[in-house]
């Protein structure tokens, strides 16, 4: 089955750890982007990426990155530098030619911080 | 720049009550409006979608209407069930773009 897969469900960091989420899709989508979800804040978009070895920041970029390697892939780092990095994470993809059609979401990494 | 407002919740309906979530827009234009559902500990799910003027958008007995005269896309259903109670998030794109702009996300719960 085509689908979005992100690991891990639950993620934990130390104090000055970075992390990397992983976002693996197999739908054969070009567009792949990276939300960040805080209860009563709905989603943010931190990076998204139209194609392969080319990314763009989104609208709270800082503290993350990200790369685009393959299609298929597009792991997101939480650095030491986000000083809040305590969220629900998703990941989606879409078709690069059809912007009125949907996203497709995983199911979300919850980062905590310990 | 471009914003999406829903109604604050958490909304608590009982079964086979009818549903109604305001979901309002501010843009410069039409763009691409959009209802996402997601059910506990999960992403996001399109519910449904209308990409033009007095389009209506509609799925698993919801409904929404794109009325460019209010700026507005609410969300409508006639009959809830248990199995809807979730996080209804409102959302815009515009053509060309790979942005999708969404609102704060409205609660539902639906006891039986």
């Known amino acids: 089955d085509g689908g979005i897969t992100q690991s891990p469900k639950y993620l934990f960091r130390k104090e000055g750890q970075n992390v990397t989420l992983s976002c693996e899709q197999n739908?054969?989508?070009?567009?792949m982007y990276w939300y960040r979800q805080d209860p009563g804040q709905g989603l943010r978009l931190i990076y998204y990426?139209?194609?392969?070895?080319?990314?763009q920041k989104g609208d709270i970029a800082e503290g993350y990155s990200v790369s685009r390697e393959k299609k298929e892939s597009f792991p997101l780092t939480v650095t030491s530098a986000q000083k809040n990095p305590t969220a629900f994470y998703l990941c989606?993809?879409?078709?690069?030619?059809?912007?009125?059609?949907?996203?497709?979401f995983g199911s979300g990494t919850q980062l905590s911080v310990l | 720049g471009d914003s999406v407002t829903q109604m604050e919740g958490p909304v608590t309906l009982s079964e086979e009550a009818f549903l109604t979530i305001n979901c309002t827009y501010t843009?410069?234009?039409?763009?691409?409006l959009f209802w996402y559902v997601q059910y506990p500990g999960e992403g996001l799910q399109l519910l449904l979608k209308?990409?033009?003027?007095?389009d209506k958008g509609s799925n698993k007995g919801f409904e929404a209407t794109y009325r460019k005269e209010t700026t507005s896309f609410h969300l409508e259903k006639g009959s809830v069930q248990v199995s809807d109670s979730a996080v209804y998030f409102c959302?815009?794109?515009?053509?060309?773009?790979?942005?999708?702009?969404f609102g704060k996300g409205t609660k539902l719960s639906v006891i039986p």
């Open positions: 739908l054969n989508h070009d567009a």
């Open positions: 843009a410069t234009g039409y763009p691409s």
């Open positions: 990426s139209q194609i392969v070895n080319d990314f």
């Open positions: 959302a815009l794109r515009w053509a060309g773009s790979y942005q999708l702009t």
């Open positions: 989606a993809s879409s078709y690069r030619g059809e912007t009125n059609e949907k996203l497709f």
């Open positions: 209308a990409t033009k003027a007095d």
